[in-house]
């Protein structure tokens, strides 16, 4: 209905146009006397502007009509305006997420509208640079908690209407059943903030208290990430820039959910851009994507209309990139697309699920690959895992308790001094601030790549890297516990 008004406008505004045109345009054929001087300004000056008033109601025209061609593509939600209070821009993580949480709480009322709690989350959540909102019906209402650097922030208690409120302003958003709630569901929608779109993935599923919703927001103001700001150490770094130098071959990333893969894909990829300027041709296929590359052609696997990793990865081979990032390498049609690849001049990036760099290799001779081909054209397999960072305004020293000196030792590694968290208002009494990632980086090498031809297991591939240089994740991870970057608790929890 609001579209067809908005068009009627449109054509009448265009109608308008045309008629004043016609009765003032002066006569074209000029076959009549000369006019005079104050009549010939007067034909000067309505020639001029005629053409303005059609521009300006053409333009009039095309608004009214670009804004109801926009509507369905935007969301329902409008703009969010600024509701919060800043944040100063040198508070840290935590110091923004107790800001933050103070805020909402402030704003939030029990008689706010189910957009309006919506957009205050959203909002929020970008504040504090979250990946997900969880929201989590209790028995006296609900939770709303962020996922922060991998940990949930418990962030503002619902009552039961405003629960109920904003579960509904999500179904209507996400275009989702209404008045389903014992079945799961799954939708999207955008969103804008001042600094750009959020893209939000929502997943609804029923438990004993009602509906809980999880948001999972992309594009969110995040930067794209470095290289630099990976936490990688100088050895590491530099073997990664001397990876990113090859013109061809795979180069496999491995690591559970969350382990912050793509963020190093894309900082290898922001690299690629920098170093090789307008020769980087980067095409990449990925489920989701999680930031928008500048420059890049990012396909969305579709399983919908039949576009995954495979018949997607076939058709951005056509498009002549010479970088091509594959989300994930599961199934053998794409591991044999993408070895073919590498094979013919592409730089793949790559997922790979499996437990270690050396695991990677076994994954894809289980899936087909020719133990002899991929050892020709594999470059590099990169395990990692993420840790808190210390905060460094509150860590302590630390000697490894006698537990810790045996499971040291058992690694064969130095029992050391290291540093552990304490707690100030800087990190929020946390102990940490942000996370780093570290890794175990098994770069191919002339023995490795014969002894890959013999399919070997992955115990004996890992033996043999070791001796060529890999340095197994426990290890890097101390090494990092050593310097202070993070704590010894850490390094074990994810690699011990
Ligand atoms: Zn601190």
Do not use: W
């Amino acid at each position: 209905m609001e579209t067809l008004s908005r068009g009627l406008v449109a054509l009448s505004l265009l109608g308008i146009g045309v008629i004043v045109m016609a009765l003032v345009l002066p006569d074209p054929g000029g076959l009549g006397p000369p006019p005079p001087p104050d009549a010939a300004v007067a034909s000067v000056t309505a020639a001029v502007t005629q053409p303005l008033v059609l521009v300006a109601l053409l333009l009039a025209a095309v608004l009214v009509l670009s804004s109801t061609g926009a509507a369905p593509s935007r969301p329902m939600s409008a703009a969010v305006s600024a509701r919060l209070p800043p944040v100063p821009l040198t508070a840290t993580t935590p110091e923004r997420v107790t800001l933050t949480r103070e805020a909402i709480a402030a704003t939030a009322k029990d008689s706010s509208s189910g957009e309006q709690l919506l957009d205050l989350l959203i909002e929020g959540a970008a504040r504090c640079g979250a990946s997900d909102v969880h929201v989590q019906p209790t028995a006296t209402g609900g939770e709303v908690a962020f996922r922060v650097d991998g940990q949930l922030e418990p962030m503002l208690a619902l009552s039961h209407l405003s629960l109920r409120t904003l579960v509904n302003r999500l179904k209507v958003v996400a275009k989702l059943v209404h008045y389903k709630s014992d079945a799961p569901q799954d939708g999207q929608f955008s969103t804008a903030l001042g600094d750009g779109p959020v893209d939000v993935r929502l997943s609804l599923l029923p438990t004993q208290h009602g509906e809980k919703a999880v948001l999972r927001l992309t594009g969110l103001g995040r930067q794209l990430p470095t290289l630099d700001a990976l936490g990688l150490s100088t050895v590491e770094h530099a073997q990664l820039l001397r990876l990113l130098e090859k013109p061809q071959g795979l180069l496999f990333f491995t690591g559970p959910t969350g382990s912050g893969k793509t963020t190093t894909i894309y900082g290898a990829l922001q690299h690629l851009r920098a170093v090789r300027g307008g020769n980087a041709q980067v095409a990449t296929i990925e489920d989701p994507i999680e930031l928008a590359l500048p420059g890049a052609a990012q396909t969305q696997v579709n399983r919908g209309t039949g576009l995954d990793f495979a018949s997607g990865l076939r058709a951005v081979l056509r498009q002549d990139p010479n970088i091509i990032v594959v989300g994930e390498i599961r199934d053998a049609e794409t591991a044999a697309i993408a070895v073919q690849a590498g094979l013919t001049g592409h730089l793949i990036l790559t997922t790979v699920h499996a437990d270690s760099a050396a695991g990677v290799f076994n994954r894809l001779l289980e899936m087909g690959v020719e133990p002899a081909i991929l050892a020709s054209v594999s470059l590099a397999s990169i395990s990692q895992r993420l840790v808190r960072r210390l905060c460094p305004h509150c860590r302590a020293p630390h000697q490894p308790t006698p537990d810790e000196a045996r499971r040291l030792t058992s690694a064969g590694l130095a029992t050391q001094a290291f540093f552990r968290p304490t707690g100030c208002a800087r990190c929020g009494g946390a102990g940490f601030i942000g996370r780093v990632a570290v890794f175990e980086v098994l770069e191919m090498t002339m023995p490795l790549r014969e002894a890959l031809r013999g399919a070997p297991s992955t115990q004996a591939l890992m033996a043999l890297a070791r001796k060529d240089g890999t340095v197994p994740l426990l290890e890097a991870a101390v090494a990092r516990a050593a310097e202070g970057v993070t704590s010894l608790d850490e390094a074990f929890r994810v690699a011990g």
